[in-house]
């Protein structure tokens, strides 16, 4: 079992609609969450992170974490095609380690 | 405000040349740096990473090496490409003061033919 898991899509919504994109864990012990933003070509940039359980909300963004589930989530509201991107979910394991999943495309048509 | 760069940001090299890709990082000290290589679909790879001057972890045995001979710089390094060197090479750092964030540099889009 991979230590972090996602959906690689691609997700392809209207604009305007509330976006979902998620993880699933495996190691009960993590406890420092990040998302990232990728836009093709380019270097992933720090959207959020979140430390143990609950909800962290920026603009349109909310970051929500679930650990009895092993479950992370972003939420994006009112999505736009500037959202169009690679979301990718990444996991502190502690050290120097972290670990990533494989990302999210998604598309936001206008 | 705290900077990253990556050069070059494409490189199309023969199998069995030398490479060499160079990360510097303005507005912060003593930065952990990190080498990552990003395939389609297969997210973030750590190739190495370095805590300071001269001290470099690798994570993955290969024939790429990586050098730190300054605070804010860090090179990777080959003597010799192989096909499967092609990717998508990132930098980051993590400063001392965050938590556990990195930050990425714009990245070096490497083809070995």
């Known amino acids: 079992q991979k230590e972090v898991e996602q959906d690689p899509g691609p997700l392809s919504v209207p604009e305007g609609a509330i976006v979902s994109l998620n993880c699933t864990y495996s190691?009960?012990?993590?406890?420092?969450f990040m998302w990232y933003r990728q836009y093709s070509r380019k270097g992933p940039e720090l959207l959020m992170y979140t430390y143990s359980s609950g909800n962290k909300e920026d603009g349109r963004f909310t970051a929500q974490v679930d650990k009895s589930s092993k479950y992370i989530s972003l939420f994006i509201r009112d999505s736009q095609p500037s959202d169009s991107a690679t979301y990718l979910c990444a996991i502190w394991a502690g050290g120097f380690k972290t670990i990533f999943g494989a990302g999210t495309r998604l598309f936001v048509k206008a | 405000s705290q900077t990253i760069h990556q050069w070059p940001a494409t490189l199309v090299q023969p199998v069995g040349s030398p490479l060499s890709l160079e990360c510097t990082v303005e507005?912060?000290?003593?930065?952990?740096l990190y080498w990552y290589r990003q395939a389609a679909g297969r997210g973030l790879q750590l190739l190495f990473y370095?805590?300071?001057?001269?001290?470099i972890s690798s994570e993955v045995p290969q024939n790429l090496s990586a050098s730190r001979p300054q605070d804010r710089q860090f090179i990777l390094s080959s003597k010799k490409l192989l096909l499967s060197d092609s990717g998508f090479y990132l930098c980051a750092w993590r400063g001392l003061l965050n938590n556990n964030e990195q930050f990425f540099g714009p990245g070096t889009r490497l083809t070995v033919l």
């Open positions: 507005g912060t000290s003593n930065p952990n």
């Open positions: 190691n009960s012990a993590f406890q420092y």
């Open positions: 370095s805590v300071g001057i001269g001290q």
